[in-house]
């Protein structure tokens, strides 16, 4: 995977007069789920950084008003170590450090049992679910604990991390290896300024392109972003924390 050049779409980050709350980052904020969690975050009052490896999808990104909450769009991705490193720097050149991230990444649900199909298959699901993870966890966990304050790192799991998904073996073993890395980089973080979380979402998304096949109790993008929200203001003590529609109301 090549690396995608790093930039604020919208030029140096100047924070609004008034603004005192930290930006969240939102690592691949131009996806359905990306931006219902970005709008989640603005309609809270929380300034966002929005990331993403596709410029066209950040562009679509808006902001509720034109003072505060402020949104800042970088490209960037963190499918290599050289990537992670430079959205990194990309993100301190803003001069305005951020208090969360919450990570958004993955890729598409294939079906196909495991013993049908090579090992690369399941090679290319770690590159695509897994491995990304730790890279930006790698490059943006040191990023937020440089100030010294409390900040929240937050992971968004996928379906079948609890039990096998039948059908899609590929899947279930990179949503566990997940939560595992989630977990693990918890502990690893103990004692540090910042506190590493996932939320498990049990559930494939509703999304727009699945409509037709959702079940009834697939959660909208939006109630996710609700609980993102909920979660970054007050992450609670959980290592791993799964959605709950119930708390949408």
């Keep these: 995977m090549s690396t995608v050049?790093?930039?604020?779409?919208?030029?140096?980050y100047h924070p609004a007069s008034g603004t005192i709350l930290k930006p969240t980052m939102v690592l691949g904020a131009g996806g359905e789920l990306g931006r219902?969690?970005?709008g989640a975050l603005l309609a809270q009052g929380r300034p966002v950084i929005a990331v993403d490896?596709?410029?066209?999808?950040?562009?679509?990104?808006?902001?509720?008003?034109?003072?505060?909450?402020?949104?800042?769009?970088?490209?960037?991705?963190?499918g290599t170590e050289t990537a992670g490193a430079a959205l990194a720097n990309a993100v301190r050149?803003?001069?305005?450090?951020?208090?969360?991230v919450v990570a958004l990444i993955g890729g598409s649900y294939l079906?196909?049992?495991?013993?049908?199909?090579?090992?690369?298959r399941l090679r290319r699901k770690l590159d695509e679910d897994l491995f990304p993870h730790l890279v930006a966890a790698r490059h943006l966990v040191p990023l937020l604990a440089e100030s010294g304050t409390p900040a929240n790192y937050l992971l968004l799991g996928g379906p079948a991390a609890d039990s096998p998904w039948a059908g899609y073996?590929?899947?279930?073993?990179?949503?566990?290896?997940?939560?595992?890395?989630?977990?693990?980089?918890?502990?690893?973080?103990?004692?540090?300024?910042?506190?590493?979380?996932?939320?498990?979402v049990c559930q494939p998304v509703r999304t727009a392109d699945k409509c037709d096949c959702a079940g009834v109790d697939w959660p909208l993008p939006v109630?996710?972003?609700?609980?993102?929200?909920?979660?970054v203001a007050n992450a609670g003590t959980e290592p791993v924390v799964r959605f709950d529609r119930r708390r949408r109301g």
Excluded at 184 to 190: I, K, N, V, Y
């Design 5 to 12: 050049p790093i930039y604020p779409i919208n030029g140096p």
């Design 36 to 38: 219902a969690i970005v």
């Design 53 to 78: 490896a596709d410029p066209e999808a950040l562009g679509s990104l808006q902001s509720p008003t034109d003072d505060v909450p402020e949104l800042v769009r970088v490209v960037g991705h963190t």
């Design 93 to 100: 050149l803003l001069r305005r450090p951020p208090g969360a």
């Design 111 to 120: 079906p196909g049992r495991l013993l049908d199909h090579p090992v690369e």
């Design 169 to 200: 073996g590929h899947l279930s073993v990179s949503q566990a290896a997940l939560r595992m890395l989630a977990r693990s980089l918890r502990e690893e973080t103990a004692g540090t300024p910042v506190r590493v979380q996932q939320l498990s």
């Design 223 to 231: 109630e996710i972003g609700l609980q993102v929200a909920e979660l």
